[in-house]
């Protein structure tokens, strides 16, 4: 709907602790039934951000809004329980003395609703999420997933304009995290609500957000649709938290819309892609490539160092002139290690020059 | 085989050591009272005085605890606010009483706000209550309050885990609806057990009710054991002071062991403790500005005025005068401390050292048995006497050992070592269980003998430990008065039956000063502990890893 104001809306928001900085001026907007992952790793503020739009921390400088009210600003900043949001946490923080049922009747009966209407509710909230059988167990009771459920349920209940989700499913196995990721897009389809969803997995963020946020250190480097974040990174660190790479020196110029020139010194090839601020003066730039975007055979040799079955697809490193390349090609291994190979790409994407010069070292230390 | 022997030399020794001071006194308590025929036991039950002793004795023990727990707990929460100005300062003045024997405590109430005492003096007017019921109340729990002051901000700090109380304000839980509804219910194991330590602390009492009781004639069982036995050498009365015992010890266990049964298991599930402070920024309530001024009132009047006016009554020069400058002198001082008192004195360093330093080796020895079939009955034993009221355990060793050893100091270290036992067992033993085990298997395996594993692993582990068991005997045995003043035989004082002596003569100048020079000992005792904490703590945050913070920072 044009004209109604942004579920959530971060100006500019920054907050410190003591004197270190979490988060610097980031701002986002999440319009309302829109779902927005902040992908980040560990350490890079996407709790911190979560907790300042809930109003567990104040900022320091910058402006939180809630369905275009200002809720938090350096000089006022609302309390949690006045604030319109449901918050899954990332440990579930399931009270040991309450049983799931007086869990999710909990935000309710703070909003002064009877304790028979809330009781009902909460139960109601409880049977569409399959555990209602589970309304007398305490957490000590409940497994992992159904205590994830019983915290959904909990954020549910006070049917919050957004819900932020702090890394829900980190302590979940795969099978479980799947469900849980399925209860939140049904349950989000049903009340229309803005979400906000922190995780450290790229396959996660990308399966489920309408739009992807980026967090490096504190900063948000990029926000766009999965694909966008994926395909055209505004840097290695920005690119490392979506999936693998490899970062290769070349030639390079635009050719045309959408459209790239990559010279590995062995003659331009025009492939798909860009870069950002690219002409078409040829300079030398690095050039980011996807495993995905690899395909054999091409005009670029090289030798198999590695091999590893991954069942739907085989992951390859190619050990080349120019350094070790990342292959990905569907189906059973068929290339085999130590055989000669010729590889070319059916996509580029060039990185800005400052930010792969900042992002170098990022690149080369694993992730922590 | 050599290490298994020398382990069973000294599970031996220790068990007769532990029989010998706990369960002898304990059974030759018992033993008196049929001795005495059931005659005697009737008329001592049905004596009016022995009534209205045990009334006072259990209201003090519902009353007490009534108050000081949830004084204690608030003065917790409240101080947990990051928007309270000082809080350091506040909280080592909530704790500060801690270091103030009970018998200074009460002394110096009286002195303050007593009759002719500071606040006569300065506004003329003095509280007629605080010699009675309400001022042994009231003095007893600004002794319990630091305390339960104490236990509970611990258990804020270990049980409230932040992430529960944010969840209850994201869910729409104002500042006290958060506290009643999640932080005080995960605190409830760990308030009744302050209610039990609170209420066995109050049947346990013996000079507050007999500085403020007393004279008022309102008498608790502790102070009629002690005016039993002062009075001399009467049979009837000496019978009369074992029943009182008696009933005291059952009464005790009345409250520890149904709440030991039910507690215990709760207590020892703790949570595991979470890295991030308390939780939310801005919570509401009263503006922390006005909690402080509120808590520093708190403060001046239970403690500061109190200190003040016993300070300034022993540098008076004599009852009755102003004490401006111009009236202060140092004689008080050199009066109270003639050749009898500095013996007193003596004796008291004498007894708390040995105490300290024997116990610090027996608590070690007994931790290094293990939690496991005899190192856990050894446990439970020494643990016992800590529930057993001082009175009662005074009036059994002194049937079991006076013929043998009465009216000598070595009396009252036996009564020291029985009751402190547990003091040195309980931090010794918790701080041998938190070493983890692999430690020592990784010296062995990297071929260290079990001595240079004891140099080079334990030592270093248990040295806070050890010097923290050793000082807090050190100081309980300075404190204590009620076993001393019941074990003592003239020439063999100790400094606090010294102080109480001439306090029942009347003398306030010498009584003053007497106190502050116990209050001071005690001081000199207590800053070196003070300060070994906090280097401990401090070389704990530096040991720890740079990326916790890391993680500390993305957790919040």
Request: glycine share 8%.
């Amino acid at each position: 709907m044009p004209g109604e104001p942004p579920a959530v809306e971060c100006r500019e928001l920054s907050v410190n602790y003591g004197r270190t900085p979490a988060l610097e001026a980031v701002t986002l907007t999440v319009a309302r039934g829109e779902l927005v992952a902040v992908l980040g790793a560990s350490g890079s503020g996407k709790s911190t951000l979560l907790h300042a739009i809930a109003g567990l921390v104040p900022p320091a400088r910058g402006e939180v809004w809630l369905s275009g009210r200002c809720v938090a600003t350096r000089q006022r900043c609302d309390p949690a329980e006045r604030r319109d949001i449901g918050l899954v946490f990332q440990n579930i923080a399931l009270w040991p003395h309450l049983t799931a049922l007086d869990t999710v009747a909990y935000p309710l009966r703070r909003a002064r609703h009877s304790r028979r209407d809330s009781n009902a509710q909460a139960q109601q909230l409880l049977e569409r999420l399959g555990i209602g059988h589970l309304a007398d167990r305490r957490p000590g009771e409940l497994s992992g997933g159904q205590q994830q459920r019983v915290g959904l349920a909990r954020a549910l209940a006070r049917s919050p304009v957004a819900f932020l989700l702090d890394e829900p499913t980190a302590h979940l196995d795969t099978h479980l995290r799947a469900a849980f990721q399925a209860s939140v897009r049904d349950r989000r389809a049903e009340t229309g609500a803005a979400a906000l969803y922190a995780t450290h997995d790229a396959s996660e963020a990308l399966a489920l957000a309408d739009r992807v946020a980026v967090l490096v250190d504190g900063r948000m480097v990029q926000v766009g649709v999965p694909e966008l974040v994926y395909a055209e990174p505004v840097s290695a660190a920005a690119a490392e938290l979506t999936g693998a790479f490899t970062v290769v020196t070349a030639t390079v110029a635009a050719a045309g819309p959408a459209q790239v020139s990559v010279d590995l010194g062995s003659g331009p090839m025009i492939v798909a892609g860009g870069g950002l601020r690219l002409g078409p003066d040829p300079v030398v730039a690095r050039v980011l490539l996807r495993p995905d975007w690899v395909v054999v055979p091409g005009e670029v040799p090289g030798r198999v160092v590695v091999s590893a079955f991954r069942g739907a697809h085989t992951d390859y490193q190619f050990e080349t002139d120019i350094g070790a390349v990342h292959a990905q090609l569907p189906g059973p291994p068929r290339l085999a290690v130590g055989a000669p190979v010729t590889w070319g790409f059916a996509r580029a994407w060039v990185l800005p020059v400052e930010a792969a010069r900042r992002a170098e070292p990022i690149r080369l230390t694993p992730a922590r | 085989m050599r290490e298994r022997a020398g382990s069973t030399a000294a599970a031996v020794a220790l068990t007769v050591l532990a029989v010998a001071v706990v369960v002898v006194p304990l059974v030759e308590l018992g033993r008196v009272v049929p001795a005495g025929g059931s005659a005697a036991l009737t008329r001592v039950l049905h004596s009016p005085g022995f009534g209205s002793a045990a009334a006072h004795s259990g209201e003090l023990a519902v009353l007490v605890p009534a108050v000081a727990v949830p004084v204690g707990t608030g003065l917790a929460l409240v101080l947990r606010r990051p928007d309270v100005p000082c809080r350091g300062l506040l909280r080592l003045l909530i704790v500060l009483p801690l270091l103030v024997p009970q018998f200074v405590l009460g002394y110096s109430w009286s002195q303050a706000y007593g009759r002719g005492g500071f606040s006569q003096q300065l506004l003329g007017a003095h509280w007629a209550g605080l010699n009675g019921a309400v001022g042994v109340v009231v003095v007893l729990v600004v002794d319990a309050v630091p305390l339960c002051f104490l236990i509970s901000s611990a258990a804020l700090a270990v049980r409230a885990q932040p992430q529960l109380e944010q969840a209850a304000r994201v869910s729409g839980a104002g500042w006290w609806a958060c506290t009643r509804t999640v932080t005080l219910p995960m605190l409830r194991p760990v308030l009744a057990a302050e209610v039990v330590i609170t209420a066995v602390a109050a049947l346990e009492s013996f000079a507050v009710p007999q500085v403020l009781g007393t004279p008022a004639g309102y008498q608790t069982m502790t102070t009629r054991v002690y005016a039993d036995l002062a009075l001399g050498s009467d049979p009837a009365l000496f019978t009369d002071a074992v029943v009182l015992s008696l009933a005291l010890v059952v009464l005790v266990a009345l409250v520890v062991l149904p709440s030991d049964v039910l507690l215990a298991p709760r207590l020892r599930t703790a949570p595991a403790p979470s890295p991030a402070g308390p939780a939310g920024p801005s919570r509401r309530g009263p503006p922390g500005m006005l909690v402080a001024c509120v808590i520093g009132a708190y403060c001046v009047v239970v403690a500061l005025v109190p200190t003040a006016a016993i300070v300034l009554a022993a540098v008076t020069r004599a009852v009755g005068r102003a004490p401006t400058p111009s009236n202060w002198t140092l004689d008080n001082f050199r009066a109270a401390l003639d050749a009898p008192t500095r013996a007193a004195i003596g004796h008291s360093l004498e007894l708390a050292a040995l105490a300290a330093l024997i116990l610090t080796v027996l608590g070690v020895s007994a931790a290094a048995l293990g939690r496991r079939g005899w190192g856990r009955l050894l446990g439970t034993v020494v643990i016992a006497p800590f529930a057993i009221p001082g009175s009662a355990l005074a009036v059994g060793l002194l049937i079991a050992y006076d013929r043998r050893i009465g009216g000598t100091l070595a009396l009252i270290l036996l009564a020291y070592l029985a009751k402190f036992w547990a003091l040195a067992h309980r931090t010794l033993s918790g701080a041998v269980d938190r070493v983890p085990p692999d430690e020592s298997r990784a010296a062995h395996t990297s071929g260290a003998g079990p001595l240079a594993t004891a140099r080079t692993i334990w030592l270093p582990a248990l040295t806070p430990a050890l010097v923290g068991a050793g000082l807090l005997v050190f100081v309980s045995a300075l404190h204590e008065v009620t076993m001393s003043s019941l074990l003592y035989s003239t020439g063999n004082e100790t400094l606090a039956v010294a102080v109480l002596n001439s306090q029942e003569l009347g003398e306030v100048p010498t009584t003053a000063a007497l106190s502050v020079v116990l209050t001071a000992m005690l001081l000199v005792a207590a800053v070196p502990a003070w300060l070994a904490m906090v280097l401990a703590r401090r070389r704990r945050a530096a040991s720890q890893p740079v990326w916790s913070a890391v993680e500390v920072a993305d957790a919040r």
